[in-house]
């Protein structure tokens, strides 16, 4: 049983490169959501897809986030031009429906 | 929006000593989990509870959703149990996301 995974699981880079990271779902989980955490702080909501459509987007999602589901399983997230207010954990969860969430080891990204 | 309260935000405890975390929100909820998050950052699932009671050893949770509150019950607690606590709800006339909580630091100490 294999649960959700996340790549790479860190990642440092300068302000203003461009980053992507990847999650890949419990299989057959049609959800999948991304959140960002910040130090000493709960995580918050990104976005989600359910299958390849994505659903919702939040306002935390500037325009420099994009995130993609091309085939409905794994999911992208990319981050252009990268500050250093991008430095965080981000988050991957998956889910079966609208149900119990389950989440991934999370990508430590810190930005120079 | 809706706001979860967690308390205690600290919590030190000995080693076999019990514990209870509370969990308030201020709206209906669909979804109510509970997680524990290690020191490397991993979100371990230890309740999916929106309402009732449920055990799984020494760990139990109860869910009130009338009145808007839930319960993390650590019993004989161990040093593995240190870490923060988070609950986390799905309102009901929201989507699907997550809200969670603002946690509850918890050390324990041999």
């Known amino acids: 049983d294999t649960g959700v995974s996340q790549n790479p699981r860190h990642k440092i880079t300068k302000r203003g490169q461009n980053v992507t990271f990847r999650c890949d779902p419990i299989?057959?989980?049609?959800?999948l959501y991304w959140y960002r955490q910040t130090l000493g702080q709960g995580p918050e909501f990104l976005t989600y897809?359910?299958?390849?459509?994505?659903?919702?987007k939040s306002r935390l999602l500037s325009d420099r986030f994009s995130a993609e589901r091309p085939k409905g399983s794994f999911s992208t997230l990319e981050i252009q031009r990268t500050e250093q207010g991008d430095s965080a954990m981000y988050l991957c969860?998956?889910?079966?429906?609208?149900?119990?969430?389950?989440f991934g080891p999370g990508t430590r990204l810190t930005v120079t | 929006g809706i706001q979860v309260e967690q308390s205690p935000p600290d919590l030190i405890l000995q080693e076999g000593a019990n514990s209870t975390l509370r969990c308030n929100f201020s709206?209906?909820?669909?979804?109510l989990q509970w997680f524990h998050q290690n020191p490397w950052g991993q979100l371990i699932n230890l309740f999916y509870?929106?309402?009732g009671t449920k055990q799984n050893g020494r760990l139990s949770a109860t869910t009130v959703a009338t009145e808007r509150y839930s319960l993390l019950y650590i019993s004989s607690s161990q040093t593995t149990d240190s870490g923060v606590y988070f609950c986390?709800?799905?309102?009901?006339?929201?989507?699907?996301?997550?809200?969670f909580g603002t946690g509850t630091r918890l050390q324990v100490f041999p």
């Open positions: 897809f359910q299958n390849e459509a994505q659903l919702e």
């Open positions: 299989s057959e989980h049609n959800r």
């Open positions: 986390a709800v799905e309102v009901v006339w929201g989507t699907d996301k997550l809200i």
């Open positions: 509870i929106p309402s």
């Open positions: 709206d209906s909820v669909n979804n």
């Open positions: 969860a998956s889910s079966p429906g609208r149900d119990e969430q389950y």
